[in-house]
């Protein structure tokens, strides 16, 4: 299995709105805290508008509303996997990304079976606070060996300019949240990272 080379993480249907029609073939839509009739709606217009477009839309954390909205692809934290009901996550046919920080996640991740494994923050990220220091690109190296032939995901403090060094390591897809949704052209960045990713789509 492939992913592109590119995947954006937002956190509304609003940024799939503006983004995924410029190209955009990954995103996760990311939403920690939300009422979940809202949640649901979110869900559903992102679907729709990723649907029309031929993005993959990978749905973070809320395995139960992936289910029940028909979605293909989940994203689960560590502490997300230890709950979630894997069985009924299989059974419904959703394809599953997990994230790792350290041996130990990794070690839990692919006893999980995932469908693809993310490693990060590859550099300092400003997105979240992170008891773990940035990994490094020979850590990808590392990663990719480990978890061969699923597709690696990178993550944390990616730039267009750091992409070269993150693919030549190991990475099958880099991810990017602020880089874009901070930026002060979102559109234009977002273009720039399709055409970046380009060489290793």
């Given at each position: 299995?492939?992913?592109?080379?590119?995947?954006?993480?937002?956190?509304?249907?609003?940024?799939?709105?503006?983004?995924?029609?410029?190209?955009?073939?990954?995103?996760?839509?990311?939403?920690?805290?939300?009422?979940?009739?809202?949640?649901?709606?979110?869900?559903?217009?992102?679907?729709?508008?990723?649907?029309?477009?031929?993005?993959?839309?990978?749905?973070?954390?809320?395995?139960?509303?992936?289910?029940?909205?028909?979605?293909?692809?989940?994203?689960?934290?560590?502490?997300?996997?230890?709950?979630?009901?894997?069985?009924?996550?299989?059974?419904?046919?959703?394809?599953?990304?997990?994230?790792?920080?350290?041996?130990?996640?990794?070690?839990?991740?692919?006893?999980?079976?995932?469908?693809?494994?993310?490693?990060?923050?590859?550099y300092p990220?400003?997105?979240?606070?992170?008891?773990?220091?940035?990994q490094g690109?020979?850590?990808?190296?590392?990663?990719?060996?480990?978890?061969?032939?699923?597709?690696?995901?990178?993550?944390?403090?990616?730039?267009?300019?750091?992409?070269?060094?993150?693919?030549?390591?190991?990475?099958?897809?880099?991810?990017?949240?602020?880089?874009?949704?901070?930026?002060?052209?979102?559109?234009?960045?977002?273009?720039?990272?399709?055409?970046?990713?380009?060489?290793?789509?």
């Amino acid at each position: 299995m492939k992913l592109d080379a590119f995947y954006l993480i937002a956190d509304s249907a609003a940024w799939v709105e503006r983004l995924v029609p410029l190209g955009v073939k990954l995103l996760q839509l990311r939403i920690k805290d939300m009422e979940e009739y809202r949640l649901r709606k979110e869900i559903r217009t992102a679907k729709a508008i990723c649907a029309a477009h031929g993005c993959t839309l990978v749905i973070n954390d809320h395995w139960q509303l992936a289910i029940e909205e028909g979605c293909d692809w989940i994203h689960l934290g560590q502490e997300d996997l230890a709950t979630a009901d894997r069985a009924a996550i299989r059974a419904a046919g959703l394809r599953l990304g997990l994230s790792t920080h350290d041996e130990a996640e990794l070690a839990t991740a692919l006893a999980a079976s995932p469908d693809y494994v993310a490693l990060g923050p590859i550099y300092p990220t400003i997105l979240k606070k992170m008891k773990w220091a940035p990994q490094g690109l020979d850590r990808i190296t590392e990663w990719k060996r480990r978890v061969a032939p699923l597709p690696l995901v990178a993550i944390g403090g990616l730039t267009p300019e750091r992409l070269p060094g993150v693919f030549e390591k190991g990475a099958d897809t880099a991810a990017v949240v602020t880089d874009i949704l901070l930026h002060s052209d979102p559109e234009a960045r977002t273009r720039a990272w399709i055409d970046a990713t380009a060489p290793w789509r």
